[in-house]
């Protein structure tokens, strides 16, 4: 076996690993990324898994407990007969948390119906382009 | 006023396309004038970007709402600085920006070959004997090159013209504009686009000039070129790497005060898009050293050029369309369709230019030894590749999982923490030991001489540590790592000093100034890869030692974080200074420890006037051992307020680390001193001896430790 070869042998084996710790990083932190009406669809089975949910911001059900730090929200999905998720993170308001913004909450779906959220995502407007009118 | 750019876009599409045209043509009939008229097709690019650049730049100052695009990112309470920044706020305006910048490096690169042909004389690249074979090479390949930078403009200008347009009017003109998003009135978001930029499109050009090198041929004085390319653009590639770590560190620096959530790094999309190309530029700087000095890896370095300049393309597509940001939602499609297809059109063009000329590109000589510098190169570059490659599948395995699965999954910060960690170790470790291992073969012997110190010492600190119950263990290994590299680089600054001391009868720290100014390349890359520990150490220290506590607190109240306590002690509002219109609600909290009051700060929560939300401005008590970091979450019943406080450890040597990269790079840029430069010029002429003949020994007797870079 010459050099050439033991090398490429060495880079190949490098490769493999790699690819193996993505296969497996892949299997255990992959989270189903949903709409509200999506999750809704699905009922029980989402129990307990770990989701990324995208919907809009009902402004008017946003209720901050200051004593326990606890935030509750809804997210609805207008494109889905206005379906709802309710929310429950332990944590603080991000910033940008207005009416009708979309946002997506990362977490898990309780036995009790309600979402609770490890992560809450705003996005940015002006991060992203913004979608034109009707583009959607 | 928005006519005028528009229709500079038109004139410069135009112009554009005719000078890649030109260049092509005359460059291949070997047509002076032909290509003189490229030439000046490229310098009257530049002049109508520039033109339809300050168009815009004027527009949003003025403050023009009937142009969609000043209307969104402009109003008129901003101040003239931030008006300014609003050019790179959105799609259009930042697309045009990447094509201002990409015509203004391929002026740059066809005056660097005007000049270079003019000290030529007329191309006469066989000459070397009279003329630098650096200069021939560059009269040969520099209008090469800027053709294809050409090329890629007509990219950017059809898109202008068509998807983006920043010139568009409204139908209705709004009384005042949206105003820049709040979060982006920073100074460091002012910095960081532009800089982010300066490094994506700088990596156009070693791509061109890659290009240049692999179309030249079979003319007289190809060969020659073409062992050039790698040479020539070093300060290109070196330079466009620098920017987009400035752009990558100021995004960091932006998210960690200004998003209000303790952190600098999320994993998002859009700073994978940066970092992707970052990681592939890094191991392209250093495969290309061994392309350049040893005529190594010649296939490895066209394709890692060619990545990073793809990947430069996807980050901009990445950040300015919507393809990632949000479930079902594929954005922008025409857009879409755009990148796609000019990607793909690159990647089958590089490809089949790769095939057609596979015989060019051999190696001059194959790897040597296991243990060399060259394996170590190899290393280093797999990991690199191996680390991109991870960021990149993280990155859009949301969009193959829509296409492939019909439903969208994600991988979470988790995919990226657990991957990067042990591949960022391996990377730590090997930059401790890459520059100190020999070229072509090095032996025990030389290892031992060179890694003996540094490793007891990694290893002492790491018992050390272990036995004081510092925990995880693979922070252990992360802080041991950096030690290993931080003892590796000192020692050598030391050893050359000491060295040179001696032998030049010179006072040490003179001794040091004319070593390292003499070996810029080599003591500037152990300056960054000293940055690199100072970096991992304050990545590791903030990841893993944070603590954070929330709390309502009546004024007067406390909460502990750690060793630190937070005392709210009244809450008051003002106009902000220099914002007239924004008013700031602000709480004083004193930051003690041990009893002993180190500050008081005054986190606020400000509000604007055209927007129902406030904004969350964080106060930050840093130092170099922590920085604590407090949160006004929100003022509730009476004078009850929200506090979130975190200890972050050791974010400041990411900073320190940055700063010394910053000045390490530049360091290594700066132009050598002449008398090393004639050295190398050596080297050069020795190296294109062996490309030319291909029958000469490698460099005799520069085997072991005295050329490390």
């Given at each position: 076996m010459n050099k050439r070869t033991r090398i490429a042998i060495g880079v190949a084996v490098i490769f493999v690993a790699l690819g193996y710790l993505v296969f497996t990083g892949v299997a255990r932190s992959a989270t189903y990324y949903l709409t509200v009406g999506e999750i809704k669809a699905k009922g029980?089975?989402?129990?307990g898994r770990s989701v990324r949910v995208t919907g809009k911001l009902d402004g008017a059900s946003l209720k901050w407990d200051p004593t326990k730090i606890v935030l509750t929200f809804d997210l609805t999905d207008p494109a889905a007969g206005g379906s709802r998720v309710s929310a429950v993170y332990h944590g603080i308001r991000p910033d940008?948390?207005?009416?009708g913004r979309d946002i997506v909450i990362e977490g898990k779906l309780t036995d009790q119906g309600s979402f609770d959220v490890k992560n809450i995502l705003v996005k940015c407007p002006s991060k992203y382009e913004a979608q034109p009118a009707g583009g959607k | 006023m928005p006519e005028l750019g528009s229709l500079a876009l038109y004139v410069g599409l135009v112009v554009a396309a005719y000078s890649v045209v030109a260049l092509a043509v005359g460059l291949t009939a070997g047509n002076g004038r032909i290509v003189g008229s490229g030439r000046g097709g490229v310098i009257a690019t530049l002049l109508s970007t520039t033109l339809a650049s300050f168009s815009l730049l004027y527009l949003l100052v003025k403050g023009d709402f009937s142009v969609g695009y000043v209307a969104e990112y402009s109003s008129r309470g901003l101040p003239w600085f931030y008006k300014l920044s609003a050019?790179?706020?959105g799609q259009a305006g930042s697309l045009l920006l990447w094509l201002w910048l990409l015509t203004a490096y391929a002026t740059a690169v066809i005056i660097a070959g005007t000049r270079a042909a003019s000290a030529t004389?007329?191309?006469?690249?066989?000459a070397a004997g009279r003329t630098r074979p650096e200069t021939a090479a560059q009269a040969v390949l520099a209008p090469r090159a800027a053709a294809f930078l050409q090329a890629i403009s007509v990219f950017f200008f059809t898109l202008l013209v068509t998807v983006?347009?920043?010139?568009a009017r409204l139908a209705e003109v709004p009384a005042d504009g949206q105003g820049l998003n709040p979060l982006l009135e920073n100074p460091g978001m002012v910095i960081h686009p532009v800089a982010t930029y300066l490094g994506y499109v700088g990596f156009a050009v070693p791509f061109a000039f890659a290009l240049a090198a692999l179309t030249l041929?079979?003319?007289?004085g190809a060969e020659i070129a073409r062992a050039a390319w790698v040479r020539l653009t070093r300060k290109w590639t070196l330079s466009a790497w620098l920017f987009l770590s400035i752009g990558i560190l100021t995004g960091m620096q932006w998210a960690y005060v200004?998003?209000?959530?303790?952190?600098?790094?999320?994993?998002?999309p859009v700073e994978n898009a940066s970092l992707i190309p970052w990681l592939t530029g890094t191991a392209l700087i250093h495969s290309a050293m061994m392309q350049e000095r040893k005529g190594l890896l010649k296939f490895w370095n066209l394709s890692l050029v060619t990545a990073t300049f793809l990947l430069t393309i996807f980050g901009t597509y990445l950040t300015r369309s919507?393809?990632?940001?949000?479930?079902h939602a594929f954005g922008d499609r025409q857009m879409g369709l755009y990148f796609l297809g000019f990607l793909s059109f690159v990647v089958v063009g590089t490809v089949g230019l790769v095939i057609a000329r596979?015989?060019?590109?051999?190696?001059?000589?194959p790897i040597e030894a296991y243990i060399s510098k060259e394996t170590s190169f190899l290393t280093n570059n797999v990991l690199l590749v191996g680390t991109a490659f991870v960021v990149f599948w993280g990155t859009i395995f949301p969009v193959v999982t829509r296409n492939l699965l019909g439903r969208e999954v994600a991988v979470g910060p988790g995919f990226y923490n657990r991957l990067s960690l042990p591949l960022g170790l391996a990377i730590l470790v090997l930059a401790g030991l890459c520059p100190l291992i020999a070229w072509r073969r090095s032996s025990l012997r030389n290892l031992r001489d060179n890694f003996l110190v540094p490793f007891v010492a990694a290893l002492v600190f790491a018992g050390l540590a272990l036995i004081f119950k510092v925990r995880p263990v693979w922070a252990v290994v992360a802080f041991a790592g950096a030690v290993f590299v931080g003892v590796t680089v000192v020692l050598e600054f030391a050893r050359g000093a000491m060295v040179r001391a001696r032998s030049h009868g010179e006072n040490p720290v003179a001794a040091l100034g004319r070593l390292t100014t003499r070996n810029r390349r080599r003591y500037g890359g152990y300056l960054v890869h000293l940055s690199v520990a100072l970096i991992a150490v304050g990545i590791t220290g903030s990841s893993v030692y944070k603590v954070e506590a929330t709390q309502t607190l009546n004024p007067g109240q406390s909460l502990n974080v750690g060793a630190y306590t937070v005392t709210y002690q009244k809450l008051d509002m003002r106009e902000a200074p220099n914002h007239p219109g924004v008013v700031e609600v602000f709480a004083e909290t004193a930051v003690s420890r041990n009893g002993r009051q180190l500050a008081v700060l005054a986190p606020k929560k400000q509000f604007y006037p055209n927007r129902e939300e406030p904004g969350t401005e964080v106060a930050i008590l840093g130092g170099l051992a922590r920085d604590v970091y407090v949160i006004l979450a929100g003022r509730d019943e009476g004078m009850a307020a929200t506090f979130k406080v975190m200890v972050n450890p050791l974010v400041a040597w990411i900073w320190i680390g940055g700063f010394l990269l910053v000045f390490g790079t530049g360091f290594a840029l700066w132009p050598q001193a002449r008398q090393a430069a004639a050295t190398e010029y050596g080297t050069l002429r020795r190296n294109f001896a062996v490309a030319g003949a291909g029958a000469v020994p490698a460099a005799a007797g520069r085997s072991v430790g005295g050329d490390a870079r």
């Amino acid at each position: 076996m010459n050099k050439r070869t033991r090398i490429a042998i060495g880079v190949a084996v490098i490769f493999v690993a790699l690819g193996y710790l993505v296969f497996t990083g892949v299997a255990r932190s992959a989270t189903y990324y949903l709409t509200v009406g999506e999750i809704k669809a699905k009922g029980a089975s989402m129990i307990g898994r770990s989701v990324r949910v995208t919907g809009k911001l009902d402004g008017a059900s946003l209720k901050w407990d200051p004593t326990k730090i606890v935030l509750t929200f809804d997210l609805t999905d207008p494109a889905a007969g206005g379906s709802r998720v309710s929310a429950v993170y332990h944590g603080i308001r991000p910033d940008g948390m207005d009416d009708g913004r979309d946002i997506v909450i990362e977490g898990k779906l309780t036995d009790q119906g309600s979402f609770d959220v490890k992560n809450i995502l705003v996005k940015c407007p002006s991060k992203y382009e913004a979608q034109p009118a009707g583009g959607k | 006023m928005p006519e005028l750019g528009s229709l500079a876009l038109y004139v410069g599409l135009v112009v554009a396309a005719y000078s890649v045209v030109a260049l092509a043509v005359g460059l291949t009939a070997g047509n002076g004038r032909i290509v003189g008229s490229g030439r000046g097709g490229v310098i009257a690019t530049l002049l109508s970007t520039t033109l339809a650049s300050f168009s815009l730049l004027y527009l949003l100052v003025k403050g023009d709402f009937s142009v969609g695009y000043v209307a969104e990112y402009s109003s008129r309470g901003l101040p003239w600085f931030y008006k300014l920044s609003a050019f790179w706020a959105g799609q259009a305006g930042s697309l045009l920006l990447w094509l201002w910048l990409l015509t203004a490096y391929a002026t740059a690169v066809i005056i660097a070959g005007t000049r270079a042909a003019s000290a030529t004389g007329a191309g006469a690249i066989g000459a070397a004997g009279r003329t630098r074979p650096e200069t021939a090479a560059q009269a040969v390949l520099a209008p090469r090159a800027a053709a294809f930078l050409q090329a890629i403009s007509v990219f950017f200008f059809t898109l202008l013209v068509t998807v983006a347009k920043p010139f568009a009017r409204l139908a209705e003109v709004p009384a005042d504009g949206q105003g820049l998003n709040p979060l982006l009135e920073n100074p460091g978001m002012v910095i960081h686009p532009v800089a982010t930029y300066l490094g994506y499109v700088g990596f156009a050009v070693p791509f061109a000039f890659a290009l240049a090198a692999l179309t030249l041929g079979t003319r007289p004085g190809a060969e020659i070129a073409r062992a050039a390319w790698v040479r020539l653009t070093r300060k290109w590639t070196l330079s466009a790497w620098l920017f987009l770590s400035i752009g990558i560190l100021t995004g960091m620096q932006w998210a960690y005060v200004e998003l209000g959530w303790g952190g600098y790094w999320a994993w998002d999309p859009v700073e994978n898009a940066s970092l992707i190309p970052w990681l592939t530029g890094t191991a392209l700087i250093h495969s290309a050293m061994m392309q350049e000095r040893k005529g190594l890896l010649k296939f490895w370095n066209l394709s890692l050029v060619t990545a990073t300049f793809l990947l430069t393309i996807f980050g901009t597509y990445l950040t300015r369309s919507d393809v990632l940001s949000s479930v079902h939602a594929f954005g922008d499609r025409q857009m879409g369709l755009y990148f796609l297809g000019f990607l793909s059109f690159v990647v089958v063009g590089t490809v089949g230019l790769v095939i057609a000329r596979r015989g060019q590109i051999a190696d001059d000589r194959p790897i040597e030894a296991y243990i060399s510098k060259e394996t170590s190169f190899l290393t280093n570059n797999v990991l690199l590749v191996g680390t991109a490659f991870v960021v990149f599948w993280g990155t859009i395995f949301p969009v193959v999982t829509r296409n492939l699965l019909g439903r969208e999954v994600a991988v979470g910060p988790g995919f990226y923490n657990r991957l990067s960690l042990p591949l960022g170790l391996a990377i730590l470790v090997l930059a401790g030991l890459c520059p100190l291992i020999a070229w072509r073969r090095s032996s025990l012997r030389n290892l031992r001489d060179n890694f003996l110190v540094p490793f007891v010492a990694a290893l002492v600190f790491a018992g050390l540590a272990l036995i004081f119950k510092v925990r995880p263990v693979w922070a252990v290994v992360a802080f041991a790592g950096a030690v290993f590299v931080g003892v590796t680089v000192v020692l050598e600054f030391a050893r050359g000093a000491m060295v040179r001391a001696r032998s030049h009868g010179e006072n040490p720290v003179a001794a040091l100034g004319r070593l390292t100014t003499r070996n810029r390349r080599r003591y500037g890359g152990y300056l960054v890869h000293l940055s690199v520990a100072l970096i991992a150490v304050g990545i590791t220290g903030s990841s893993v030692y944070k603590v954070e506590a929330t709390q309502t607190l009546n004024p007067g109240q406390s909460l502990n974080v750690g060793a630190y306590t937070v005392t709210y002690q009244k809450l008051d509002m003002r106009e902000a200074p220099n914002h007239p219109g924004v008013v700031e609600v602000f709480a004083e909290t004193a930051v003690s420890r041990n009893g002993r009051q180190l500050a008081v700060l005054a986190p606020k929560k400000q509000f604007y006037p055209n927007r129902e939300e406030p904004g969350t401005e964080v106060a930050i008590l840093g130092g170099l051992a922590r920085d604590v970091y407090v949160i006004l979450a929100g003022r509730d019943e009476g004078m009850a307020a929200t506090f979130k406080v975190m200890v972050n450890p050791l974010v400041a040597w990411i900073w320190i680390g940055g700063f010394l990269l910053v000045f390490g790079t530049g360091f290594a840029l700066w132009p050598q001193a002449r008398q090393a430069a004639a050295t190398e010029y050596g080297t050069l002429r020795r190296n294109f001896a062996v490309a030319g003949a291909g029958a000469v020994p490698a460099a005799a007797g520069r085997s072991v430790g005295g050329d490390a870079r």
